[in-house]
């Protein structure tokens, strides 16, 4: 078995601490720091210099995967599981940092990071787990985008599913004119998401107390076999492994300097837009559950779980007649914001482990096919209504990646070798590596909890 050389030759010039070879390409060569940060500028002005990548990892925080567990946690169990949600993003956030940490200290992504680490039948091992999981989780977006389709416009999902397809085009288009004009589009999505939920908050008046209780713990989350099902559902599909790849990666797209202070001030700035961003996915989130909860919990809809049921109820329940339809806007914004967040991740993964170049729009293509065929081959098959079964699926093969991201993470932030000054401090090592085996041991639960009731 052929070894990697733990610490390969640097590049002449490049100033790495010896993680990059001859020979080597940068991570996401197109754009690699191509946006400038003005040295000696304002605090805010920095601020506003290294925000976008924090809020296109945090597209992977409210992606289609996670609204029918959200939908299913509040109609089921009320407020209760907001503390879950607010758990989830507490370890997204240390989780996000490391990752922020490793690609401006090292100058590597974490799927170089591995290849530059791992024997390479562990490297092949780690890429087609991680080819497996972004196809996952472009299924969840194929699905969640079509949805959205059906519910505005009356399209059946299997044409919805091809209709996805032709982001494909939106996504070079953006890239070829700058990495700002990408942030700018998934950002402004996301806004368009908030908005949608804020209205509904507003429509459904959920009981302010109420809400606040539900970030106190209790010990019915896990006494209460169901609601622990749920609790373990919420935090399987919140940290997603691409964002892991995404993150180390996109951070390097700021041109700061590279010098031991300059790092120091980049590691900061871009964890205070990453933190920001997550903190804004934890509103979104919670909100899908308080809004269930508010409009379903305690009648008679409480089992809703599909969202095309939500989407028809909420209108009826709030008393309006436009809130299925902020709720589908918000759905296909979802939908779409993660199909381009998904397009770099999976860019980043092959040239970061395998070290090999396809051309975008073929990269791309290969991508959505692996989504698309099979969801319109469930949905052809066995009808419109297997579409929140393949929701679930999705999240079981993401969960079994998970640890396969984490684990690396983890061990290369924490060495010396590999990091200098920036290695992680021990209370970082100690919490981080419980988050990971956390992570680890709740996905594994869900994936025998559902294995179970599939077998049964």
Not at 283 to 310: M, R, W
Request: include cysteine.
């Amino acid at each position: 078995m052929e070894s990697v050389p733990a610490s390969p030759a640097p590049l002449e010039g490049s100033g790495e601490p010896g993680w990059r070879r001859r020979g080597d390409h940068a991570s996401l060569p197109e754009v690699h720091r191509t946006v400038v940060v003005p040295s000696g500028a304002a605090f805010w002005r920095k601020c506003l210099a290294f925000a976008g990548p924090g809020f296109m990892v945090a597209v992977g925080y409210m992606d289609p995967g996670n609204w029918a567990t959200d939908l299913a946690g509040g109609a089921q169990f009320g407020y209760t599981l907001l503390l879950v949600i607010l758990i989830s993003n507490l370890m997204a956030i240390l989780l996000q940092h490391l990752c922020v940490k490793l690609g401006i200290a090292t100058g590597r992504d974490l799927a170089q990071a591995c290849r530059d680490h791992y024997p390479r039948p562990v490297v092949w091992f780690q890429w087609i787990l991680c080819e497996l999981a972004i196809a996952a989780c472009d299924l969840a977006e194929v699905i969640g985008s079509a949805i959205a389709l059906q519910l505005l416009f009356g399209i059946p999902l299997v044409w919805g599913c091809l209709i996805t397809a032709l982001d494909a085009m939106i996504v070079l288009l953006l890239q070829h004119r700058g990495f700002r004009w990408l942030e700018a589009v998934v950002i402004t999505l996301i806004l368009t998401i908030g908005g949608c939920f804020a209205v509904e908050l507003l429509l459904a008046k959920p009981a302010v107390v109420g809400v606040l209780a539900g970030f106190v713990p209790s010990a019915a989350i896990v006494s209460n076999p169901a609601m622990l099902y749920v609790a373990i559902g919420i935090l399987g599909a919140t940290v997603m492994p691409h964002n892991l790849y995404l993150h180390s990666s996109i951070v390097q797209t700021r041109k700061y300097e590279q010098t031991a202070g300059g790092k120091r001030e980049a590691i900061k700035f871009a964890t205070l837009d990453s933190t920001f961003a997550l903190i804004f996915a934890l509103f979104i989130n919670g909100a899908i559950l308080v809004l269930a909860a508010a409009a379903f919990h305690g009648t008679d809809h409480q089992d809703v779980a599909a969202i095309q049921d939500a989407y028809h109820l909420l209108d009826g329940v709030l008393g309006v007649g436009f809130a299925g339809i902020l709720f589908a806007v918000a759905l296909l914004a979802s939908g779409q914001n993660s199909t381009l967040t998904g397009t770099l991740a999976g860019q980043i993964v092959m040239e970061g482990f395998l070290n090999i170049r396809l051309r975008p729009w073929l990269r791309r293509l290969i991508t959505r096919a692996i989504a698309i065929v099979p969801a319109v081959v469930v949905i052809g098959l066995y009808g419109e209504e297997k579409s929140t079964q393949l929701l679930v699926a999705s999240q079981v093969c993401l969960s079994m990646q998970l640890g396969f991201a984490c684990w690396p993470l983890m061990r290369f932030t924490g060495e010396k070798a590999k990091m200098g000054e920036f290695v992680n401090p021990v209370w970082i090592k100690l919490v981080g590596w419980t988050i990971t085996l956390v992570i680890i041991g709740l996905n594994v639960k869900l994936l025998l909890d559902i294995a179970g009731l599939t077998g049964a």
